[in-house]
């Protein structure tokens, strides 16, 4: 497979995420995320680290820009720190010291040909939200968000055309709300470390406000503004496989996908939930009011698809968050991070699926990528030699291939990620960049994987390691 065989105007970049690489997380006047708040309470992180420094990207940015140049790329997905764009929310104003660094990043990127992404919210909030009204359970959240929203169109617009509102609500509803573990740590099972919360109705609440947030923020762009660029969602995918070829399992299947993903697709494009969620839920679901569903309709001018795996599903009737039963011995377990299988067919599913359901819109892949970890002693020298890495994303772009092949409109595709980072509940015992980073030094160093993509994107050049 080769560069040649996609378009030529066809994304190739790399993905990061600011709290994942920027750290100087006190730094000019930036306040605290509900996520510097939550990785420094004892026991939450893996490996009892946090993100206060992570790749000090915050420093080193034009470093990381002039590797994204080296590997070709057309273009960067990065998110925005919503505390240090606002501090104190709505009503602190807006801190011109975050508004700098996010320029001179942008104008850096332009000035080598690469097109800024934005992920205007990829996980962290500012913990005054979180403290004043309960963050995302709360409606005030979404006028929040738009302010968010409208302060980055503003700034940012007449350079950057490719947004996105959200990085994978799926997950934050589910792991902050349902499993618990993410924060704010709530959910109803009395043996996990969660405080208190309501499982069977607080996900679907948190939910609710962001499809409505993300629809109050495009219009907004499109409404106040004449920027010409386009708007849309990212979503956390898993490709789901029946374990046994019988019905049950694959209707087990279509109730996974819903609950999954088409949770946050479906309302704008069908303009409601997927109809397996009401029937299973039943009063638990917000519902969507007449003039929310006209407000939500045609809100997505593209869908972001992360995708990493495939799992295998089994009916089990149970109720609706049990739904998924995960036969995960049905794949051979081939990474270093738990449930993360290599199936390179689940791409050309996943992308085939998402044709079909929503009217083949416009896809970007804004994530796809490969852990390393060091519950395996791993050294230097195996860290850099990822050929493991190499073929699952070869394998994983000849899969996306053969969709667009068949008529997928894809449009982009990125690697998460361009450097290893705070790999979220494990800190940085995973590692998914293809520039390693050595954490006390903060030296970058191409993996092979890097040179693999600099040599497919058509750069000659070798990556000589410092
Ligand atoms: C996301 C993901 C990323 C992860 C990546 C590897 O929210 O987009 O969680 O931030 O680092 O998916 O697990």
Redesign the pocket.
Known sequence: LRRSHFPASFIFGTST?SF?IEGAYLDDQKSLSNWDVFSHIPGRIEDASNADIADDHYHLYLEDVKLMASLGVNAYRFSISWSRVLPRGRNGGINSLGIAFYNKLIDALLLKGIQPFITLN??DIPQELEEQYGGWLNSQIQEDFGYFANTCFKEFGDRVKYWITF??PN?VAANGYMAGTYPPNRCSHPFSNCSSGDSSIEPYIVAHNIILAHATAVDLYRLKYQQGGSVGI?V?TDWFEPLRNVTADYEACQRASAFYFSWFLDPFVHGDYPPEMRQILGARLPKFSASEKEKLRNKLDFIGI?H?TSLCVKDCMLSACDVVDLGLDAFVATTV?PDFYVVPRGMKNIVMYMKRRYNNMPMIIT?N?Y?QGSYRNTTLKELLNDKERVEYLQSYLSSLHEAMRQGADVRGYFI??LLD?F??LYGYSLR?GIYHVDYETQVRTPKLSANWYRKFLGHSKLLIKK
């Open positions: 995420s994942q990829h996980y990085n994978e997950i990212v956390a992360n990493y991070m994530e990528g852990p998460w990620s980072n790999e979220w998914f």
